[in-house]
């Protein structure tokens, strides 16, 4: 959504004297400056994140005590289970702990994947009692569990060891588990790091491998092969893509784009992907696939996808994930469309946007929310309400820590969970409209200014768009929260034509210093009029190659009249 804008936040300048002796662009060595990046050594270091630079997970708070039980398991040859979340981050966490087990020499783990539906989120009695009775005496949650403690002291109950690994807010005591891994919690040296589930459960499987290495055993897996699964899905849960994270997802790409896992690679074949994967393909392509089994069948087929190594069982499983998501896409859009009805007839809050409505497909609800925010660029809440609870989740943007907002209302909660960029939740109907009240007061207390100037990297020329300052731009991927596509600023474009297309969506030509640019699609918010002659844009430019050529792009994502 392209929105218009009155005033600007043009964070640089270009400036050749900054980051001297580096050999990159003026151009990009200024964007890098306004980024913080002022030390060639630091830009060298982001610019090329490697596994070297990764943090000893053993001090990782919980670790160790959970590698020392997993270990006394293994030799016992007890019968361990893992409990795990129905989407990409949980479905990726379960197959990195079975993989592992596996390739070690294990019997492979024991899954439960509940269901989203008619479970929901998070550990269950249900689920512990069914992997009781299949004779598992080690639990090891994944991507959940962390606020758990009535289902954790019921495991323990039935004589079950529980070691939780998780990434979401703990909301008070943890529960008293026999180890709880989660760089969220107090005492954590890992604390700020925003890890995703599998990012969590991948230093707990390194930390195991030293172990394991340290105690004589031999042929262990590399497990730099996983981190195609720790990529897909760190961008899949929207945590930040700076720090750790950035290292994941840029190896794990590599290994992805030159790895064999027949699962993957039959899903990229059925998607249509003819290149090299990219990170915004994790995120726009692959992962919704993935997300589609749990979201309106079962979680299990997209685990066996990951786990599988037969590639005719691949090909069948990706394209069964492909037919379940377009079945998904035709509820999310359903859901869409009433609830932009909803919108359109009701008064809207200046904070945060909340939809609710009889038996939405509970499966699409936080796709839904997120297109929400692209609309309307604030938080959304979506609820679905079943038998008068609506059950729901919540997306967030950028500066507003959509948890800690719940948190300051969670009186009118039944439950809720998450981090600041994406939340479940549940809540009596009869509460909606003052929970709606409510929480449009805290976030517009958090941001006192919604309509807030739009803020860009930096201020260029056309000259400064070259191919060489495209090809620098691509160094900077994976892109994503904490790490987002850079944003220019060009005033003045003279407008050459407009075309409208059915519907609704823009294609403008713009000229400047007789350069000619081409805009991409978009969709402009109701508010923009365009004027007729010239516009200042805010824009990220983009590069595509068509039939072996590549052709620049521009990607409007602010306008205002220009002189």
């Known amino acids: 959504m392209v929105t218009i804008s009155p005033q600007w936040v043009i964070k640089g300048h270009v400036d ?67 409990f795990t979340d129905y989407d990409v981050d949980g479905v990726c966490s379960a197959a990195l702990l079975h993989r592992f087990l596996v390739q070690i020499g294990c019997r492979p783990p024991m899954i439960f994947i509940p269901d989203r ?32 403690r009535q289902e954790v002291a019921y495991a323990g109950s039935l004589g079950m060891s529980v070691i939780i690994t998780d990434h979401h807010e703990p909301n008070g005591l943890v529960p008293d588990a026999h180890s709880v891994i989660n760089p969220k919690q107090s005492g954590c040296m890992f604390k700020g790091e925003d890890l995703c589930g599998a990012g969590v459960v991948f230093h707990l499987i390194v930390a195991l491998r030293t172990l394991l290495r340290e105690l004589g055993w031999n042929n262990l897996p590399n497990l730099r092969d996983e981190l195609d699964l720790v990529a ?80 005719q069982e691949a090909i069948l499983l990706a394209t069964e994930l492909d037919k379940l998501n377009r079945l998904r896409q035709m509820h999310e859009q359903k859901v869409i469309e009433q609830a932009l009805n909803f919108l359109e007839e009701s008064h809207q809050l200046e904070g945060v946007t909340v939809v609710a409505h009889q038996d ?73 409209a003052n929970f709606s009240l409510a929480l449009n007061e805290v976030i517009l207390r958090e941001s006192t200014d919604m309509a807030s100037p739009f803020e860009v990297d930096l201020q260029i020329s056309p000259l400064d768009l070259t191919p060489a300052l495209m090809d620098e731009l691509e160094l900077l991927s994976p892109f994503g929260e904490g790490n987002p596509e850079p944003v220019f600023y060009m005033p003045g474009m003279e407008i050459v034509s407009r075309r409208k297309d059915k519907s609704g969506m823009v294609k403008l030509i713009l000229r400047h210093s007789n350069r000619t640019f081409h805009t991409l699609r978009c969709s402009l ?32 994502k602010a306008v205002a009249p220009g002189s």
């Open 16 to 82: 050749p004297a900054l980051l001297p002796g580096t050999k990159f662009s003026s151009t990009f060595r200024s964007l890098m400056w306004s980024r913080g990046i002022e030390d060639p050594d630091e830009l060298m270091s982001f610019l090329c994140p490697h596994l070297g630079q990764l943090r000893n997970p053993i001090a990782m708070k919980g670790i160790p005590r959970a590698c020392e039980r997993i270990v006394e398991a293994i030799k016992a040859e007890e019968t361990i289970g893992v």
């Open 232 to 311: 897909m899905a760190t961008v899949a849960d929207a945590v930040s893509l700076d720090g750790v994270n950035r290292i994941l997802v840029k190896e794990g790409l590599n290994v992805l784009n030159s790895s064999g896992r027949v699962g993957i690679s039959a899903l990229v074949k059925v998607s249509g992907i003819r290149k090299e994967v990219l990170s915004r393909d994790l995120g726009f392509i692959l992962s919704p696939r993935i997300n589609a089994a749990g979201r309106i069948a079962d979680a299990k087929k997209a685990f066996h996808l990951l786990t599988t190594q037969h590639e």
């Open 117 to 148: 539906i008619t479970e929901g989120y998070g550990l269950n009695m249900r689920g512990i009692k069914e992997l009781h009775d299949e004779g598992v005496t080690l639990l090891i949650t994944a991507d959940c569990g962390i606020t758990a």
């Open 525 to 556: 918010d109701d508010k923009v009029s365009l004027p007729k002659t010239h516009l200042d844009v805010a824009f990220t430019p983009i590069k595509l190659r068509l039939n072996g050529h590549s052709y620049l792009y521009l990607a409007l």
């Open 360 to 432: 939405w497909h509970i499966g699409v609800l936080g796709i839904v929310a997120s297109r929400l925010v692209s609309l309307f660029s604030r938080p959304a809440i979506v609820l679905s309400i079943v038998k008068g609870v609506g059950i729901g989740s919540g997306r967030s943007i950028s500066g507003i820590d959509l948890h800690a907002s719940l948190s300051e209302v969670s009186d009118l909660l039944r439950e809720y969970g998450g981090h600041k960029m994406a939340v479940g939740l549940s809540i009596d109907e009869e509460n909606i």
